[in-house]
């Protein structure tokens, strides 16, 4: 594929849905304007997946011999040169997949809406949020400029705010507001973060800046501690997670699956673009600490989770434990590490969006989240139980589905790094994966066996198509990730090895 | 020396033109006294002052009442981007106005000619260039407000906001006036630039106790005018006593007016070593305490008022970062400088554009009210509750509000330039803050829950008045462009 076609999909990427948007916000018919909406979604699907072609022709051809980052398509203007903020795009295997994955679900979102709005406000206000936060998340992946990154990191906020306030839960205000104070704390030190490295390097360009060069120490450990802590924040890492089950349990379904599918992805993704890229120094000085806490979210995560008595909050919950093994692998800062974190992005991203529609549905049609009324769903819903049975399982990590490939190589990585701290780090990391097991089969038990209970007695058996349709692609992914995992690591072999080819 | 000195009309023009408005307004409603003569003569009288502004500031520096190499009257870049400011927001506070003069309990005749007075003050602060010339335009530009606040006929409560807000200016423009005497006592100097230069050629003159007091002086009497804490209590009773659109006025060319005044001393005339470290604490005082309160108001003009306090803290945090070595070097300060500019431009434009959606929401005439008094407004109006949203969003710093998102990064950048790690953490903290209420206001119009026993007037119905939809139209217009294009902003501050 030639250079200018790859330059118009970046662009078309975020052009679309962001057009998509204000089209919808100005059609009048709701209707009309969703079906608009879940076109433009399409259309985005269709711009992201062919970036992947022509990739590796491109690699070699920077002026600089081995840049640490080589983006297969980028688009480079000047916007703002007094805030050394240029309109840098790029994309490459470490942004490419959670790209589609982005797209992927904001389709499936808008698709369900398609079908089914979840009473709040209208229909075509939320497809048009819905879009609006896929900018801002795209834009986030496709971003080479620290500055810019950090714009669209903050695209991403208020849309958000917006839809757990207009379309939630009975609590939602509290937890619209919690979550965009805790989200903005964190693109704060985004924002001083970044700065500092703009202002220690004379640069905003993340290619240039990868592998550390142009970064004395100092301002390296002052900028990983302050990016650190604000993907920290949106990833989220234990204890800056407080704001995580309260946001994802009162969104409406669509909001969930965007919060946990993608929203959190971008944390961990600017964990290792930003903050391991840019300040490696610093990377290495604070990754014991990583790891513990990594390892402290994912022991945490699961214990609460045995706890929970709200199907929406378990699964909430989850998340915390799930990302800690990304975090985990992050952590290591080893290329297996890399990579087990990269994959576990986009399965839990998967696998999570797939078991928020779930609780969605179950939600909708028992009118109850409680654990404690919901059980026996397996003799009145066998399809919806089965698919449930399925994505839990998935999510604790059978081998053979998506889930098993992150957290197994993380633990990997961990021991690979040897010494007592990793060893010790790998062993609980194990443990919590054990007791993700645990939870997940007392939910599964829960739910789908035993007796029918009154509110699961009047669930009917039946599935709308719309729903399958939404849920068949992310099962289908389930199995093609798990089986094989080539598809996310294949692309992301060499960038990974990239990123850390400066490393002594 | 000749006693005839050569004076440059051509760098007064827009002084002139300012002058010229007040004068025209107080004839208009002399001779024909019909109130859409008179404000269409200050709306004319403007825009010509903005548009001298431009032309005369385009054609390089003008400097004239010059001794020697010392000049009074400069008419730089910074002083066309102030007077051109200064005009067009006192445009779009005449058509603000509209609905408060067609209800009748304002007269028209005195309500124009003393904007076009104090429009006048503003327009030759920029210019100014020595301390006297900087605190009677400062004056200039105060005092028709001291009347324009207690103008609400029949209102305790406006009268309450002039006494209060006369009372703290009065006394402030005294500090600073005893701070320019004991300035020339010290150092004989009353230009600004000859006492930059004095204070950079004779350091000894600092380890006069006198000399420090005269700073302190001058410093604390313009903060004041800016409502930096601990000098702003008079802000929120004033801003909220008084009529909208005057409120509107303070809180942009009254404010933009001690800024330029505050930038114009501490840039060129006073050491930056001393003032540093105060201005430091000053903005995280002001930004902190003005955050905080501002949490707990239930009324939308204190709101505001609490949010411009702190909205000031942010413009004096760059100035802040001359409190260390490392912010004195030529790049910071200017660095510094042009920050603190840029913010103000950007916040102005926020400001005027939130007052203008705030006055659209509200009847006729009316005060800001509470809160609860917007809830459901979104309804009613929606394209002014959008107006009002995209503004504190905007305010806040955040997407869609591009405009305040990059008056932070601005800020943040100049200050991290400056070394100053620390204060740089304050500000990004002190957004977090801010967000809290400013969201709260907004998702207050968006409410769909009824009305706490809202005391509603029959009588007061919501007016459609066509000249502040077009305020609003305009500023929001103006802030999405430099939102997307801040290197306008940028450069214009830099000059």
């Known amino acids: 594929m030639s250079g200018v076609v790859g330059q118009v999909l970046l662009v078309a990427v975020l052009a679309v849905p962001a057009a998509g948007a204000a089209v919808v916000a100005a059609l009048r018919h709701d209707r009309a304007a969703r079906l608009v909406g879940t076109v433009a979604a399409g259309l985005t699907l269709l711009a992201a997946l062919p970036l992947v072609a022509g990739g590796d022709d491109a690699g070699g051809a920077g002026t600089d011999p081995s840049p640490a980052v080589r983006p297969w398509h980028q688009v480079d203007l000047p916007w703002v040169p007094g805030l050394d903020l240029r309109f840098h795009l790029g994309v490459d295997g470490i942004s490419w997949p959670l790209v589609v994955l982005t797209a992927l679900l904001t389709l499936l979102c808008c698709g369900y809406t398609l079908w089914k709005v979840p009473c709040g406000g209208s229909g075509r206000a939320l497809v048009a949020l819905l879009l609006v936060v896929e900018v801002g998340i795209l834009g986030t992946f496709l971003a080479l400029d620290l500055v810019l990154f950090f714009v669209f990191f903050e695209v991403v906020l208020l849309p958000m705010y917006a839809i757990i306030v207009g379309w939630g839960g009975p609590d939602r205000r509290r937890a619209a507001r919690k979550f965009a104070l805790y989200t903005l704390f964190g693109s704060v030190l985004l924002l001083v973060g970044v700065l500092v490295v703009v202002t220690a390097a004379g640069t905003a360009d993340i290619v240039a800046l990868t592998g550390g060069t142009g970064l004395s120490r100092g301002p390296q450990l002052a900028a990983f501690t302050l990016l650190a802590l604000a993907f920290a924040v949106k990833s989220p890492l234990w204890p800056l997670h407080s704001w995580l089950p309260d946001a994802h349990t009162q969104a409406p379904t669509v909001g969930s699956v965007i919060l946990a599918g993608v929203l959190l992805k971008m944390g961990t993704y600017g964990l290792i673009r930003v903050a391991v890229g840019v300040a490696p120094e610093g990377a290495e000085w604070a990754a014991p600490v990583l790891g513990v806490l990594a390892v402290a979210a994912i022991l945490v995560g699961s214990l609460v989770c045995l706890a929970q008595t709200e199907l929406k909050r378990l699964i909430a919950y989850s998340s915390v434990g799930h990302m800690g093994f990304v975090l985990l692998g992050v952590a290591t800062l080893t290329g297996t590490g890399l990579r087990a974190a990269l994959i576990g992005n986009i399965a839990h991203g998967i696998i999570t969006g797939l078991l928020f529609f779930l609780a969605g549905a179950i939600k909708d049609r028992a009118h109850t989240g409680d654990l404690a009324d919901l059980s026996g769903l397996r003799d009145t819903a066998p399809r919806l139980a089965g698919l449930l049975g399925f994505a839990a399982v998935a999510s604790l990590g059978l081998p053979g589905l998506a889930g098993f490939w992150g957290e197994a190589f993380a633990v990997v990585a961990a021991v690979r790094v040897g010494g007592p701290l990793w060893l010790t780090l790998a062993v609980l990391a194990a443990l919590g994966g054990a007791l993700t097991a645990a939870y997940l089969l007392r939910l599964l038990r829960q739910v789908t066996h035993g007796q029918a209970s009154p509110v699961v007695a009047q669930v009917g058996p039946g599935v709308a198509r719309a729903e399958l349709l939404t849920w068949a692609p992310l099962v289908l992914l389930t199995l093609a990730v798990g089986l094989a995992p080539i598809l996310v690591l294949g692309v992301a072999q060499a960038p990974v090895d990239a990123l850390l080819s400066g490393r002594p | 020396m000749s006693m005839v ?427 977090v803050l801010g967000l809290a209420y400013y969201l709260r206001v907004v998702a207050v119009l968006w409410s769909t829950d009824r009305p706490a026993a809202v005391p509603t007037d029959p009588a007061a119905v919501l007016v459609r008045a066509k000249p502040v939809a077009a305020v609003l139209a305009a500023a929001t217009v103006v802030a999405l462009v430099v939102g997307f294009a801040p290197q306008l902003v940028l450069d214009l501050a830099a000059r």
């Not at chain 2, 002058?19 to 025209?24: Q, Y």
């Not at chain 2, 006294?33 to 390089?60: E, H, K, P, Y």
């Open chain 2, 5 to 431: 000195q050569t004076v440059d009309n051509i760098a007064l023009l827009p002084a002139y033109l300012a002058a010229g408005t007040a004068v025209l307004v107080l004839l208009a409603d002399l001779l024909v006294a019909r109130a859409r003569v008179t404000v269409s003569a200050a709306a004319l009288g403007a825009l010509a002052t903005a548009a001298s502004a431009i032309f005369v500031g385009g054609g390089g520096e003008r400097r004239t009442f010059c001794v020697g190499a010392d000049c009074s009257y400069v008419f730089g870049g910074r002083a066309a981007l102030v007077a051109v400011l200064v005009a067009l927001l006192t445009l779009g506070v005449l058509g603000l106005s509209g609905p408060l003069l067609r209800a009748g309990a304002t007269p028209v005749g005195e309500y124009c000619f003393l904007l076009a007075a104090s429009m006048t003050g503003g327009v030759a602060l920029g210019a100014a260039g020595d301390l006297i010339t900087l605190i009677v335009a400062l004056e200039t530009l105060t005092l028709p407000l001291y009347v324009l606040v207690g103008l609400r006929r029949g209102s305790l409560a406006s009268i309450e906001a002039a006494v209060t807000f006369f009372v703290v200016s009065v006394v402030a423009t005294t500090l600073s006036l005893l701070g320019a005497a004991l300035l020339y006592a010290s150092t004989g100097a009353l230009h600004l630039g000859r006492l930059g230069v004095l204070f950079a050629e004779q350091p000894e003159l600092l380890d006069i106790p006198l000399t420090t007091v005269a700073v302190a002086l001058v410093v604390v009497g313009l903060t004041v005018k800016v409502a930096a804490v601990p000098f702003h209590a008079w802000a929120p009773t004033t801003y909220d006593g008084a009529p909208l659109p005057v409120a509107a006025y303070l809180s942009t060319v009254s404010k933009l007016g001690g800024v330029v005044a505050l930038l114009a001393v501490v840039q060129y005339a006073l050491p930056a070593r001393t003032t540093g470290p105060v201005l430091a604490l000053l903005a995280v005082l002001t930004m902190t305490v003005g955050n905080l309160v501002a949490l707990r108001q239930r009324r939308t003009v204190r709101l505001l008022a609490w949010s411009s306090v702190a909205q000031a803290g942010y413009i004096l945090a760059p100035l802040g970062a001359l409190a260390l070595a490392a912010g004195r070097t030529a790049d910071a300060r200017a660095a510094a400088y042009a920050a603190a500019v840029a913010y103000t431009v950007f916040f102005v434009v926020l400001e005027l554009a939130a007052f203008a959606a705030v006055v659209a929401l509200r009847p006729a005439g009316a005060d800001g009210g509470t809160l609860d008094e917007l809830r459901g407004a979104a309804r009613r109006r929606p394209w002014a509750a959008v107006g009002l949203a995209l503004a504190l969003v905007g305010l806040a710093g955040l997407p869609p509000g591009l405009a305040g998102l990059f008056a932070k990064v601005t800020v943040v950048r100049s200050l991290l330039d400056g070394g100053a790690g620390w204060l740089a953490l304050v500000v990004a903290v002190n957004a």
